[in-house]
């Protein structure tokens, strides 16, 4: 069965830098994107953005873009995502969510994520 | 940007039917997609390709659009069914979600 399972809860300061693993199993790591969605406490899903495990392409929403860094290695079927100059704003739950294999999608806007990791809870304290 | 609007809340009594509505420009031309996130979870897919449940979801669960609207109901509401949940659309490479409604069983 697939699974996504990521690395354990960070404390980090300000100004510093986290990086979060999230490693597949179950399918062919390759097959699919996976992408990162953050929740703050009490608040709504926010999605980061997504990478292509295969070609290590990655595309980010405007509010990330320098300060997120989305990364792979295929031998260990594991995703990575970095985030630098943490502020208090960044505290959050980050999850990772595979999208779908091409073959189960009809058209472009058929993109959704059947399968998500459990959460890695990021602290940065004020 | 796209956007999707969700009613924060919405109260059903058990075994009564409730209704989410997700508002979106266009929505009917692209899929929409349900989530269900309990405390302290990852979120769960039960609704995809606007109609469709994934395997393990209860029948209870359903998923319908019309011009603008999708709307997930839940009939027969169940107390387990307490949840925030959440619908998502893609734009022009960009997955949107909505901002979630809170489903209180009372």
């Known amino acids: 069965q697939v699974q996504l399972v990521q690395s354990g809860a960070e404390v980090k300061k300000p100004g510093a830098s986290v990086k979060v693993s999230c490693k597949a199993s179950?399918?062919?790591?390759?097959?699919?994107?996976i992408n990162w969605v953050r929740q703050a406490t009490g608040q709504g899903l926010e999605w980061m953005g997504w990478m292509n495990p295969n070609s290590g392409n990655t595309g980010y929403i405007q509010k990330f873009q320098g300060r997120v860094i989305m990364t792979r290695d295929t031998s260990m079927s594991t995703a990575y995502m970095e985030v630098s100059s943490l502020t208090s704003e960044d505290t959050a739950v980050y999850f990772c969510?595979?999208?779908?294999?091409?073959?189960?999608?009809?058209?472009?806007?058929?993109?959704?994520?059947?399968?998500w990791g459990q959460g890695t809870l990021v602290t940065v304290p004020s | 940007s796209y956007e999707l609007t969700q009613p924060p809340s919405v109260s059903v009594s058990p075994g009564q039917t409730a209704s989410i509505t997700c508002s979106g420009d266009k929505l009917g031309n692209r899929y929409a997609f349900w989530y269900q996130q309990k405390p302290g979870q990852s979120p769960v897919l039960v609704i995809y390709q606007h109609t469709k449940r994934p395997s393990g979801i209860p029948e209870r669960f359903s998923g319908s659009t019309s011009g603008n609207t999708a709307t997930l109901t839940i009939s027969g509401t169940q107390a387990m069914d307490e949840a925030d949940y959440y619908c998502?659309?893609?734009?022009?490479?960009?997955?949107?979600f909505g901002g979630g409604t809170k489903l209180t069983v009372l």
């Open positions: 998502q659309a893609w734009d022009s490479s960009t997955v949107v």
């Open positions: 969510a595979r999208g779908p294999i091409d073959s189960d999608r009809s058209g472009d806007s058929d993109y959704y994520f059947a399968f």
């Open positions: 179950g399918y062919t790591f390759t097959s699919a994107d």
